[in-house]
């Protein structure tokens, strides 16, 4: 890192940080108690010296085994007795610290995938860093005592320790974010993945090499082209000589997936707590809705003139695959779409008023957006194009794995799925890159203030309720 970068790094993220504690500040004068999921989870810092646990709670303890490592000892330097350990506002700081942590592994992350690009300059990723840190969806949940802060930071670290090659680092780290959030596994997978991914890449070089067929891509290419690079996967996991080897350099994510389905076969579930309203399902629209959800927060990258012309072409030109792929959007969208009880009951999330709003407006109106879902899925994918096929196609397994079996429609489900995709895409224009920023500046002012001054009550009740995602 040169020096000027250096200080335009250390410049933004301490006024990142600056501005996130006077948000904070703010918010917590505001809400003062615990709204929302916070009841529960605010309840298990103090309980888990006590050894008990609260049967709503369907995560594992690593937000509370953190918070107990950051505040007992606080409160025994600085005298401080336990109502104030465990107020709101102390747990809720142990987010911002998180956040803070997460500034800088995007910014490491960042450089580490892209830094041999010299394209891509110094100032530009920095502005990266600083509009994945305001993530809106991410950015608001800093302010609560919620899982996602920690569960992204463990996450994105064990993915940092992977690219460098610390593969037994990036398995513990990739543990700690399980014990935040189970299906966090699936990236810990991911990090397996990639090197499998460099591997078979490698591989497959050295195959076309040996063949000297030039018209054989190993990122895209036509139909006949991916059905010899499914030949050459099946030839290469069959050989036991390169089982070995895989299995030599991911041993470490191979036992942290043993430690895995030992818990789940011990704890019956995925799910600890209650289950009731976690069970599990195959809602294969959630991948379209994660589609939508990230051409909208990517809109300066995905939703250009450009890209509209490209897909209208790719469309003319593949009338008869377009067809079949929307026939199967259609199917899966007829038989596969769950409503979960909580979409249609709780009117405090954007999603309730997403579903009432688009979705609930006509029965045929989920089968009407098919088009945009396809959009959206090819300009997804047409922008990790630069990747290989292999790191594409694991990529897409870890998120049909996240995101398909979860049977509530909620936004915080998309935020590492998201951010993985975000950090491996090629960087726009400096022009692209200010008009998201911007974007999600104008997001998160419009969320917190709706938080903060759009308050209302429901029926029979004197709480005071609040919007968010």
């Known amino acids: 890192m040169e020096r000027a970068e250096a200080h335009g790094f250390a410049a933004a993220m301490s006024g990142a940080f600056l501005l996130s504690c006077l948000l904070f500040a703010a918010i917590n004068r505001r809400q003062r108690g615990p709204y929302m999921d916070e009841a529960f989870h605010l309840r298990n810092p103090v309980s888990?010296?006590?050894?008990?646990?609260?049967?709503?709670?369907?995560?594992?303890?690593?937000?509370?085994?953190?918070?107990?490592?950051?505040?007992?000892?606080?409160?025994?330097?600085?005298?401080?007795?336990?109502?104030?350990?465990?107020?709101?506002?102390?747990?809720?700081?142990?987010?911002?610290?998180?956040?803070?942590?997460?500034?800088?592994?995007?910014?490491?992350?960042l450089f580490k995938i892209h830094g041999k690009s010299k394209a891509v300059s110094g100032f530009q990723r920095i502005l990266s860093t600083l509009t994945l840190a305001m993530f809106p969806t991410l950015y608001f949940f800093t302010f609560l005592y919620y899982t996602d802060p920690g569960s992204v930071f463990f996450t994105l670290f064990a993915y940092l320790m992977c690219l460098y090659g610390n593969h037994k680092t990036s398995a513990l780290l990739g543990f700690c974010g399980f014990v935040f959030r189970q299906t966090n596994i699936v990236w810990a997978v991911f990090c397996a993945g990639n090197v499998v991914a460099e591997k078979l890449n490698e591989a497959w070089k050295t195959e076309l090499q040996k063949k000297k067929d030039e018209k054989i891509s190993s990122r895209k290419g036509s139909f006949s082209d991916l059905i010899r690079i499914l030949q050459f996967l099946t030839e290469y996991l069959i050989s036991p000589k390169n089982l070995v080897a895989l299995i030599a350099l991911t041993w470490p994510y191979i036992m942290l997936v043993t430690v895995f389905f030992g818990f789940v076969f011990i704890n019956g579930g995925i799910v600890?707590?209650?289950?009731?309203?976690?069970?599990?399902c195959l809602h294969f629209p959630q991948l379209f809705y994660f589609l939508s959800f990230t051409v909208f927060f990517s809109f300066p990258h995905l939703l250009t003139p450009t890209k509209i012309k490209k897909f209208l072409l790719s469309l003319r030109k593949h009338p008869v695959q377009y067809s079949l792929i929307s026939i199967i959007c259609l199917f899966l969208i007829w038989k596969f779409t769950y409503v979960h009880k909580y979409l249609l009951a709780d009117n405090r999330h954007y999603t309730f008023y997403v579903w009432r709003k688009v979705f609930q407006r006509h029965e045929l109106v989920k089968y009407v957006l098919v088009p945009v879902y396809i959009f959206a899925g090819w300009s997804f994918a047409d922008t990790l194009k630069s990747k290989s096929i292999f790191w594409i196609l694991m990529y897409f397994v870890c998120l049909l794995a996240v995101i398909v079996p979860q049977k509530l429609l909620e936004f915080r489900y998309f935020i590492l799925p998201f951010l993985i995709y975000r950090l491996n895409i090629p960087f726009p224009s400096l022009y692209r890159q200010l008009l998201e920023l911007a974007f999600y500046i104008v997001v998160n002012a419009v969320t917190f203030y709706l938080f903060l001054n759009r308050t209302f009550q429901w029926p029979n009740s004197d709480e005071i309720q609040r919007f968010m995602w």
């Open 48 to 109: 888990l010296s006590a050894f008990q646990w609260d049967p709503m709670i369907t995560t594992l303890p690593g937000l509370y085994l953190v918070s107990v490592g950051i505040v007992k000892p606080a409160a025994w330097l600085f005298g401080w007795t336990g109502s104030v350990v465990c107020s709101a506002g102390m747990l809720r700081f142990i987010n911002l610290l998180f956040s803070a942590g997460n500034f800088y592994l995007l910014y490491l992350l």
């Open 272 to 280: 600890v707590g209650d289950r009731s309203s976690h069970e599990a």
